[in-house]
């Protein structure tokens, strides 16, 4: 009588036949097509990080399936896993994060052979796609929304007028502070008045906010609130914060 458990061992057609062999191979390759992408662009995780990640999700599936078929416990503990192996991807460089994309395309990566573990092969192949479009296609996009919000970041500035006049001609400062600014290419964020301590003195203040930096169109505005008969004195500075 022979063995079947020999006959498992020497018989490669049925090694071959198995679901396992072809899963495991498909989510290698697959961990490799992302992981490839991501030692072209010299990234942490590379080729042989995806690579495994995405093997070794699609081994635990795969097991957990064919231990307990009706229990998707597995995935979450694999899913919990590569989350403590993303988060040594992040680095806090300064004030700013590094390897968010990093971790998240080792999320993705583990997702892939959860599904080929699954037996979803064209699922996982889907996902390797996007994953592949994301991180490739979705680059110059993001560069160019960067590029775009800060120059619209840099291309407004904002400037603190200050004009003093006598405590009864407060209004009238106010008033006429109000329209030279409304007159020009100028925003009026803010606006406040401050006694001094002699009381027959006040300090208008102004905070306004122009397109651009043109230091020319501040002095016009300056020279126009010194003719007003009763400013004793005006002056204006560039401001890099917000109004409060």
């Known amino acids: 009588m022979s063995n079947p458990w020999l006959q498992w061992w020497t018989d490669p057609a049925g090694l071959v036949h198995q679901a396992t062999f072809p899963r495991l191979l498909l989510a290698s390759l697959l961990g490799a097509l992302i992981g490839t ?45 590569v989350g403590f192996l993303g988060a040594g991807a992040i680095m806090k460089d300064g004030g700013s994060v590094r390897g968010l994309n990093t971790a998240a395309t080792l999320w993705c990566s583990a997702a892939v052979g959860a599904c080929v573990g699954a037996g979803e092969l064209l699922d996982g192949v889907f996902v390797t796609a996007l994953l592949i479009a994301v991180n490739s296609l979705l680059r110059p996009l993001a560069r160019y929304i960067d590029q775009r919000s ?94 409060e």
């Not at 690579?51 to 699609?58: N, P, Q």
């Not at 290419?185 to 006694?195: F, G, I, P, Y």
């Open 37 to 81: 992408e991501r030692q072209w662009r010299q990234r942490a995780a590379g080729l042989r990080t995806n690579t495994l990640v995405c093997l070794g999700a699609a081994a635990f599936v795969d097991l957990g399936t064919t231990v307990a078929p009706t229990s998707p416990q597995i995935i979450a503990y694999v899913i919990s896993g």
């Open 150 to 243: 800060l120059a619209t970041f840099h291309a407004h500035t904002l400037y603190r007028v200050r004009l003093t006049c006598a405590t009864e001609d407060l209004a009238e400062a106010e008033a006429h502070l109000k329209h030279a600014i409304e007159s020009r290419s100028l925003t009026l964020r803010k606006m406040t008045t401050e006694h001094l301590d002699d009381g027959e003195r006040s300090i208008v203040q102004a905070v306004v906010e122009s397109r651009t930096r043109d230091a020319e169109v501040m002095n016009a505005l300056a020279e126009e609130l010194r003719s007003f008969r009763c400013a004793d004195s005006v002056d204006w500075i560039e401001t890099e914060g917000e109004a």
